[in-house]
Protein backbone atom coordinates (compact mmCIF):
# COMPACT_ATOMS: atom_id res chain seq x y z
CA UNK A 1 0.00 0.00 0.00
CA UNK A 2 1.33 3.34 -1.05
CA UNK A 3 -0.45 6.12 1.22
CA UNK A 4 0.73 9.71 1.56
CA UNK A 5 -0.14 11.04 4.88
CA UNK A 6 -0.09 14.49 3.58
CA UNK A 7 -3.38 14.01 1.91
CA UNK A 8 -4.74 12.53 5.17
CA UNK A 9 -6.78 15.22 7.00
CA UNK A 10 -4.34 15.31 10.00
CA UNK A 11 -1.04 13.94 9.29
CA UNK A 12 0.56 14.61 12.62
CA UNK A 13 0.51 11.10 13.77
CA UNK A 14 2.07 9.17 10.41
CA UNK A 15 6.27 8.68 10.96
CA UNK A 16 7.99 6.97 8.22
CA UNK A 17 9.28 3.72 8.84
CA UNK A 18 11.18 2.82 5.92
CA UNK A 19 12.09 4.68 2.65
CA UNK A 20 13.32 2.71 -0.36
CA UNK A 21 15.14 3.80 -3.69
CA UNK A 22 17.49 5.70 -1.74
CA UNK A 23 20.08 5.80 -4.43
CA UNK A 24 17.95 7.93 -6.53
CA UNK A 25 17.15 10.67 -3.95
CA UNK A 26 18.15 13.95 -4.16
CA UNK A 27 20.90 14.42 -1.55
CA UNK A 28 18.84 17.28 0.28
CA UNK A 29 15.81 14.92 0.44
CA UNK A 30 15.78 13.23 3.96
CA UNK A 31 13.38 11.72 6.00
CA UNK A 32 13.23 10.32 9.79
CA UNK A 33 12.72 6.60 8.31
CA UNK A 34 13.76 4.19 10.58
CA UNK A 35 15.13 1.98 8.00
CA UNK A 36 16.57 3.20 4.34
CA UNK A 37 17.16 1.29 1.37
CA UNK A 38 19.25 2.07 -2.24
CA UNK A 39 16.78 -0.51 -3.79
CA UNK A 40 13.68 -2.52 -2.55
CA UNK A 41 14.47 -4.79 0.90
CA UNK A 42 15.19 -8.22 0.98
CA UNK A 43 14.17 -8.08 3.73
CA UNK A 44 10.73 -8.16 3.67
CA UNK A 45 8.81 -10.23 6.22
CA UNK A 46 11.57 -9.12 9.10
CA UNK A 47 10.12 -5.23 8.01
CA UNK A 48 7.19 -6.62 8.29
CA UNK A 49 7.43 -8.13 11.55
CA UNK A 50 8.91 -5.27 12.69
CA UNK A 51 6.45 -2.99 11.64
CA UNK A 52 3.54 -4.88 12.99
CA UNK A 53 5.59 -5.07 16.77
CA UNK A 54 6.06 -1.36 16.76
CA UNK A 55 2.00 -0.43 16.28
CA UNK A 56 1.25 -2.07 19.11
Same mark, same amino acid.
Given at each position: VNLRPTMLDDHAWFAPFIETWTAEK? #?? !? !?? #? !? =???? *???? @? *?? @??? =?TEYAGAQK
Open positions: L #PW !A !AT #P !A =VHSY *EALP @E *EY @ERL =V
